[in-house]
């Protein structure tokens, strides 16, 4: 059974740091990618980052480049998001997910193209 389980939200101050991780087991295939996602309340999940197993390619949403960096340990099948200079703005439930068959580039951030995801971990930016 594929799990992923989140960990490292939670409440920072605008300008603050957060790392938050991605445990991946259960996969009886590599996978093709994982990406990370977010949903704000009221508004639609969107892709925030993801990384390509296959090369360690990484991709970002326009609004975090500079700010995030997505890596990985597959000794540890884990992937992490850290997140640097946080932003109100940021606030939202951040969910990892993961995807065994190849995901075309212009739509490797879309959430529709993944299968597995993980129960999400609570990001909340505010002074």
């Known amino acids: 059974q594929v799990q992923l389980v989140e960990s490292g939200g939670g409440l920072v101050q605008p300008g603050g740091s957060l790392r938050l991780s991605c445990a991946v087991s259960g996969l009886t295939l590599d996978y093709y990618a994982i990406g990370w996602f977010r949903q704000a309340p009221g508004k639609e999940r969107e892709g925030v980052s993801c990384i390509i197993n296959s090369d360690g390619s990484t991709y970002y949403v326009d609004s975090v480049k500079g700010r995030f960096t997505i890596s990985r340990d597959n000794a540890k099948n884990t992937v992490y998001l850290q997140m640097n200079s946080l932003k109100p703005e940021d606030t939202a439930v951040y969910h990892c997910?993961?995807?065994?068959?190849?995901?075309?580039?212009?739509?490797?951030?879309?959430?529709?193209?993944?299968?597995?995801w993980g129960q999400g971990t609570q990001v909340t930016v505010s002074s």
């Open positions: 997910a993961a995807e065994t068959k190849d995901i075309r580039v212009g739509v490797r951030m879309d959430p529709y193209e993944y299968d597995y």
